[in-house]
């Protein structure tokens, strides 16, 4: 099955900065690759995604990118504010018929003042 | 997400009791799924289904249990078989026109 792998667990950064996650895919056939946020206690709700026909993807302060080749897709987020800190899990799935999501292990970041 | 509704938002059992969490959607989506979440750790799939009347086992099955007689429900049972059943879990859903999954506010058991 699908395997995804995400790093850092842990993020610091200040205020201002830019914060980058990486996660990496084991299953060629994954073809959809979406971010969650968490915050403490709440539901992880979805901020990004992107598809394998696409090679990045922004809104905002936020972007995607992929890499197909290597079954890279990084997380990018730009001007950090303090309210970016939550937690980040990248996920990946094959679409159709209501798939399967594999979650990466997530990542804490945490924007300073 | 406001349309995917789970009770209780805190759940406290005792050892070799089973409990039931609730999820309840009005999104008419016909996926559901089951998410196991510890401190520090990913989701971990406990079980999905993608009609009504059937559903498969995700990666971690053993000690749970899911019915689903009606679209807008997936009740989850944690049975006394389960270990270590602490945890938060997490209800989501998903229409199969679209690939995005929408997730409800979670039930947090705690066995005493």
């Known amino acids: 099955g699908e395997n995804v792998e995400q790093h850092p667990s842990t993020l610091s950064v200040q205020e201002g900065d830019s914060a980058v996650i990486k996660c990496t895919y084991s299953d060629s056939a994954s073809n959809y690759f979406p971010w969650y946020k968490q915050e403490l206690g709440k539901r992880p709700q979805l901020i990004i995604d992107?598809?394998?026909?696409?090679g990045e993807k922004k809104d905002q302060r936020i972007a995607v990118t992929l890499n197909k080749t290597a079954k890279h897709f990084s997380l990018h987020i730009t001007e950090t504010q303090p309210e970016d800190s939550a937690v980040y899990f990248c996920?990946?799935?094959?679409?159709?018929?209501?798939?399967?999501?594999?979650f990466g292990t997530g990542t804490r970041l945490q924007v300073t003042l | 997400d406001g349309g995917i509704t789970q009770s209780p938002k805190y759940l406290f059992r005792k050892e070799g009791q089973n409990v039931t969490l609730s999820c309840e959607q009005n999104?008419?989506?016909?996926?559901m799924y089951w998410y196991r979440q510890d401190p520090g750790q990913g989701l971990r799939l406990i079980y999905y289904s993608q009609i009504v009347n059937d559903f498969q086992k995700g990666d971690i099955a053993e000690g749970y249990s899911v019915s689903r007689e009606k679209k807008e429900s997936f009740p989850l049972t944690v049975t006394s078989a389960q270990k270590n059943p602490t945890a938060f879990y997490l209800c989501?859903?998903?229409?199969?026109?679209?690939?995005?999954?929408?997730f409800g506010p979670g039930t947090r058991l705690t066995v005493l």
């Open positions: 996920a990946a799935s094959i679409t159709g018929t209501a798939s399967k999501l594999t």
């Open positions: 999104l008419n989506h016909d996926a």
């Open positions: 992107i598809r394998s026909n696409v």
């Open positions: 989501a859903s998903q229409s199969w026109s679209t690939d995005t999954q929408y």
